[in-house]
């Protein structure tokens, strides 16, 4: 299988083996290669037909190493004559001008390959006595050396994944090698086609992406974030990570639930922290508890009324896309979702009021609720999977999960933003290790604890996500789904708040969504 950064779509091809240089018939293969649309560059049709006939023949490149040796082997009848000679007649009339041998020496991985295959051949050479002037040529050692430790060691969890496809996109090179015990080179696994796909397959999902990108933009208008002081960046740092994560043109709806969603939980801290009186949090939350007789209740400040119809318009219209996947009105589960939040994020600010530390399981039972991820998953599930009943949805293994999950994002969280909410005097979990301990703990040794319950939780997430259980009624986009917003807690808190000060992100705005993706000259 065939898989190069993009989504994929099977086409199932003839496969060949090949030994001693003969081709034999084996089995059916399958390449994955997204051919559903067209373009003016890419004739989907005609790339399949030559990726087709590559199938036909595998073709590898010589190997001057396996050569060598082979040309060492003296003859049973003439011991001091070598028994392929025809070996030993490659060896001389291929060495490279730089008087090496093997592939050209020019990327770093190939050094130790040129190096040696070189000492092999000059073996061989000096075994027979021949090619004295070409064992006295070469200056292929001190060759450039490509570094590339630094982007190798980056936090894993911490990427953009669609970041990732663009550049191996771009880096790829159809005349790229490989290692066994030897580089070779095989057209069968490094071609033109295959980018073509690749890239059609990524400027396809970039014009989707555009296009939520500028329904967002409307909705935001439309619901009045601005004068909830929520700036227009917000747009594009609360949709990037996940569409980075689940990018297809058939997850937009997904993709669009999240980013609103996340939106719509960034006035509510700050209404909550700081700008908002008792009067209006009461009032917010009586509005959200009676949403469906809301115009009898009244607004206590227009702050309060533009956030809630923003609320009140939105869940409507995520209501109504769950509805058309899940064949039932999910209203009622979506609201209280919501509720939930509100309540525990009251609890937070009667904490901060009352001068509070509480302890550290009262605390996670409130703060992993605050910061709304059951919420913003639950309802993005109704519009990603197919139907899902409310024993799928109330059922321990989902539960776990999700535990799992907010545990994830909420720790990542505090551990970049203790410093913060110290001086604020709201809760958070390393101050609170710290005050309880009683002068015993650091702050960097509370960091380190919390470090080490996000690795075990990390841990047991991602071994029920990819653990195939029989019994399981969770379908896998719901698990894949969970792991990905932990992707994305990793995104935005591993370098400070990426969320608030998205400078991290910037940089990839331009070449996800507007910049397309095109062949580079070694690719051409």
Excluded at 151 to 175: P, Q
Aim: overall charge neutral; some cysteine; aromatic content about 10%.
């Amino acid at each position: 299988m065939l898989h190069i950064g993009s989504r994929s779509k099977t086409i199932c091809l003839s496969d060949y083996k090949v030994t001693n240089g003969y081709v034999f018939h084996h089995r059916p293969s399958i390449v994955r290669c997204n051919c559903n649309h067209a373009s003016s560059s890419v004739r989907p049709q005609e790339v399949k037909e030559r990726i087709r006939k590559i199938f036909g023949k595998i073709e590898i490149s010589p190997s001057c190493y396996d050569t060598a040796w082979v040309a060492m082997v003296p003859s049973r009848d003439e011991p001091k004559q070598p028994c392929f000679a025809q070996c030993l007649d490659w060896i001389l009339e291929n060495q490279r001008e730089d008087g090496s041998w093997g592939l050209s020496p020019t990327h770093s991985l190939l050094v130790k390959d040129s190096l040696s295959s070189t000492l092999a051949c000059l073996l061989a050479l000096s075994k027979w006595s021949v090619g004295h002037k070409l064992v006295q040529r070469g200056n292929f050692v001190d060759r450039m050396s490509q570094n590339e430790v630094e982007h190798a060691l980056r936090n894993f969890s911490a990427t953009l994944e669609r970041a990732e496809n663009r550049r191996y996109i771009e880096s790829y090179d159809v005349n790229m090698f490989k290692f066994s015990k030897t580089a070779y080179r095989s057209p069968n696994i490094y071609n033109r086609d295959f980018i073509l796909f690749s890239m059609h397959d990524f400027n396809i999902c970039q014009t989707v992406h555009q296009q939520d990108i500028q329904e967002l933009k409307r909705w935001y208008e439309d619901c009045k974030l601005d004068q909830l002081g929520i700036s227009p960046k917000y747009i594009y740092t609360s949709y990037m990570p996940m569409s980075s994560l689940l990018f297809g043109p058939e997850f937009s709806d997904a993709r669009s639930v999240f980013a609103k969603y996340v939106l719509l939980t960034t006035p509510l801290d700050d209404f909550f922290d700081e700008l908002a009186s008792q009067e209006e949090l009461l009032n917010l939350i009586e509005l959200v508890k009676g949403w469906n007789r809301y115009s009898t209740i009244g607004y206590v400040s227009e702050r309060v009324e533009i956030l809630f119809l923003a609320i009140y318009k939105t869940f409507n219209e995520f209501a109504a896309k769950a509805e058309i996947m899940q064949g039932r009105c999910v209203k009622d589960q979506i609201f209280d979702l919501f509720l939930d939040v509100l309540n525990c994020m009251m609890r937070e600010v009667e904490w901060w009021r009352e001068e509070k530390t509480p302890s550290v399981e009262e605390y996670l039972s409130i703060a992993c609720v605050t910061i709304a991820v059951k919420a913003i998953l639950f309802t993005t599930q109704y519009v990603l999977a197919p139907k899902l009943s409310e024993e799928v949805i109330k059922s321990a293994e989902l539960g776990e999960i999700c535990k799992c999950t907010t545990m994830v994002c909420r720790l990542l969280n505090d551990t970049q933003t203790y410093k913060k909410e110290k001086e604020e005097r709201s809760s958070n979990i390393v101050n609170i290790l710290v005050t309880q301990s009683e002068g015993t703990v650091s702050e960097e040794e509370a960091v380190e604890q919390v470090k080490e319950m996000l690795e075990m939780n990390r841990r047991k997430l991602l071994r029920m996500v990819l653990h195939k259980k029989e019994s399981s009624q969770l379908p896998q986009v719901c698990k894949d789904l969970f792991w990905n917003t932990s992707k994305v807690a990793h995104i935005l808190y591993s370098n400070g708040n990426e969320f608030r000060s998205p400078e991290g992100l910037k940089s990839n705005i331009n070449t996800l969504f507007y910049k397309p993706v095109d062949l580079s000259p070694k690719q051409a």
